[in-house]
């Protein structure tokens, strides 16, 4: 009787072993196809998709990266106010004009946001953002949590506001020449982006790929990371295979990846006359880890 327990309970164990879920190396959304949900800015003129992170299913395989959705307002809509004592976020305007309202020391700051548009928001401010026009303002928001092993200064005034054409395109070093950056925010303690103000947002940066263009397939031992095709097809590299290669999806524009620290990522645009892809990434330094890239 006694071994007939243990038999049942080692295969109960066993069952039970099997059926645990299991964090995935990196995931897969197509905005278009998202659903809303309700977050701490949305209104009934505000409305938020989540793509990773905050109100998606899979955010627990995330781990500084606290939010990456997509947020439409209606013609003259509002989006309710957040504040974030220990997160800071990146704001960048897809399509349409607006106002980001900004508030720190009960000072309320109003900046005028248009296409292309993006900011760096400090944590401890309160803002939010809002559309005076006729057709709708769509910005991608991404936020970053910021662990408590590191101490958080006082924010600027006003946060700074710049455009995706106010960057230069540029090579990167170890990267093949086919493809052109925008270094747009990065961390405090540099000087080579538009706006360096982070904590733990190691790298936001916009990608030109030239026809039969490349971003080699490599990875991040200490940092996550989320590409976005914001125009073009291609094929995204996720992970898969001993050399980086074997694991090579068909991408177009919409198609959004995360990848966590250790995961192979790239990027293979079309060879064919005149193809263009463009890209926006955002990278974040994850807890506990040396950054040695």
Known sequence: ??????????????????????????????????????TGLTSQTCHYRPIFGE??????????????????LDAHGNCRTVLYDRQEEIYFVVEGEGALHHALHDEDQIQALRKHDFTY??????HSISNNGGQPLRVLVMGFTIP??????????HPKVANLEDAKEETVSGHPNSVLYKLLAGLRT?????????YVMDSFFWMDFSP????????????????????GQGEMVAGSGIDGVA?????????????????????????????KAYILAV??????HEDEE
């Open 121 to 126: 928001l400090p944590p401890g401010a309160k």
């Open 247 to 275: 694991g090579r999806y068909p991408a177009k524009a919409g198609d959004a990846y995360y990848f966590r620290p250790n995961c192979t990522v790239g990027f293979y645009n079309q060879e064919k006359p005149g193809a």
């Open 212 to 231: 039969g263009g490349t971003n080699w397939p490599h990875h991040h031992e200490a940092a996550e990371e989320i590409y976005l095709v914001i125009d």
């Open 190 to 198: 540099g000087k080579r982006d538009l706006i360096d103000q982070a």
């Open 55 to 72: 109100g998606d299913k899979d955010n627990r395989s995330l781990q500084t990266v606290t939010r990456f959705g997509e947020v439409t």
């Open 283 to 288: 990278r974040a330094r994850v807890p506990l």
């Open 1 to 38: 009787m006694k071994k007939l327990l243990l038999s049942a309970l080692l295969l109960a164990h066993g069952l039970r072993a099997q059926d645990r879920p299991v964090d995935p190396t990196w995931l897969h959304r197509y905005v278009p196809e998202l659903a809303e949900t309700k």
């Open 148 to 157: 408590s092993s590191i101490s958080i200064d006082t924010p600027l005034p």
